[in-house]
């Protein structure tokens, strides 16, 4: 059983571009969150949705971020028109379908836009 | 609204010498709690967990954690670190009926071999 896939790895971007950051979730699993962590701030939530669906995006920037996670394939974070302080590892994580969620996370995305 | 706080920011010892980390949660109700290790250049790992039952709960690497209700805390403890066990350490809190798991900022331990 593969775990959370999180591509790619490392992403540059310049500022303007946009930025597409893509997680497959664990067989079975139908929560996916996906968390930003910067130096000495440790994960800030971004946003959790089931298939279809944004169940909670209050962690999201109201501008230029959106997330999906469709009925067939991966979920993906965008981050239209980067901008330096984008600059992030971003890390999703998993949860199977169970009133008790233990999130497994990919290796992160480390976005840098120069 | 919930939040994690973790009281330590950088953490260094020696060998051998025994730990303990501490984490408090704000959240009246029926809680999960979590603590994850990241190891330098690594995506987070599950320790250990709690969702009811024994208070002293037992993780991997010789890790374990107390819950205490009354002092909404959930430290972690180990009674003799490795200088293997250099990594930054995340303890997070889920409240059943809100399904996102809060995350503190993370203590740096830093072994000294």
């Known amino acids: ?114 | 609204a919930q939040s994690v706080s973790q009281h330590n920011h950088h953490v260094i010892l020696s060998e051998a010498a025994s730990l303990e980390l501490g984490c408090n949660y704000s959240y009246g109700g029926t809680v999960n709690l979590f603590w994850y290790v990241q190891y330098p250049g690594q995506h987070l790992q599950l320790l250990l967990k709690y969702f009811s039952g024994d208070p002293l709960v037992k993780g991997i690497k010789g890790f374990e954690a107390e819950f205490i209700k009354s002092k909404f805390s959930f430290n972690l403890r180990k009674p003799s670190v490795q200088w293997s066990d250099t990594a930054e350490y995340f303890c997070a809190v889920n409240a059943p009926r809100d399904d996102k798991i809060i995350f503190g900022k993370g203590t740096r331990l830093h072994i000294l071999p």
Request: hydrophobic letters at 30%.
């Open chain 1, 1 to 114: 059983n593969a775990g959370v896939m999180q591509n790619p790895r490392h992403l540059v971007r310049r500022r303007g571009q946009e930025a597409r950051l893509r997680c497959s979730p664990m067989k079975g699993h139908s929560h996916v969150y996906w968390y930003r962590q910067l130096p000495e701030e440790g994960l800030k939530f971004m946003v959790y949705l089931q298939k279809e669906n944004i169940i909670d995006e209050s962690g999201m920037p109201k501008e230029r971020f959106s997330a999906e996670f469709p009925k067939e394939g991966p979920s993906i974070l965008r981050i239209q028109q980067v901008v330096r302080g984008d600059s992030a590892a971003y890390f999703c994580a998993s949860s199977p379908d169970s009133p008790r969620p233990e999130a497994f996370f990919g290796q992160g995305t480390r976005l840098t836009v120069v």
